[in-house]
């Protein structure tokens, strides 16, 4: 069984910038070789595709975040990190990583998630 944890949440003021990772526990998983995904979901929202990760290299950004979002592999340390940049008060949200991409049309695996709030 593989369990995915988020960290790097917090408290932030507009303008300022975080980067939250996942990382893998359980069953032996490789982030290189998986795609991967970062969602967020806001009170009364609906889950949001924000960016994500091809096993490949290519790279899809929700238009709300594209050119302030960075989403990245370390493979030395077998994590996922999302950085973001100049974040905004309607970014706040849980953010959750998914990773796997199933036949079925959607990830295998999935965090609990980690509280991003944006306010001043």
């Known amino acids: 069984q593989v369990q995915l944890m988020e960290s790097g949440g917090g408290l932030v003021q507009p303008g300022g910038s975080l980067r939250l990772s996942c990382a893998a526990s359980?069953?032996?998983?490789?982030?290189?070789?998986?795609?991967v995904g970062w969602y967020r979901q806001a009170p009364g929202k609906k889950r949001e595709l924000v960016a994500a990760?091809?096993?490949?290299?290519?790279?899809y950004y929700a238009d709300s975040v594209r050119g302030r979002f960075t989403i990245s592999r370390d493979n030395a340390k077998n994590t996922v990190g999302l950085q973001m940049t100049e974040l905004k008060s309607e970014d706040t949200a849980v953010y959750l990583c998914?990773?796997?991409?199933?036949?079925?049309?959607?990830?295998?695996?999935w965090g609990q998630g980690t509280q991003v709030t944006v306010s001043s």
């Open positions: 998914a990773a796997r991409w199933l036949a079925s049309g959607k990830y295998d695996h």
């Open positions: 359980g069953s032996i998983f490789d982030f290189s070789t998986n795609a």
């Open positions: 990760l091809s096993s490949s290299g290519s790279t």
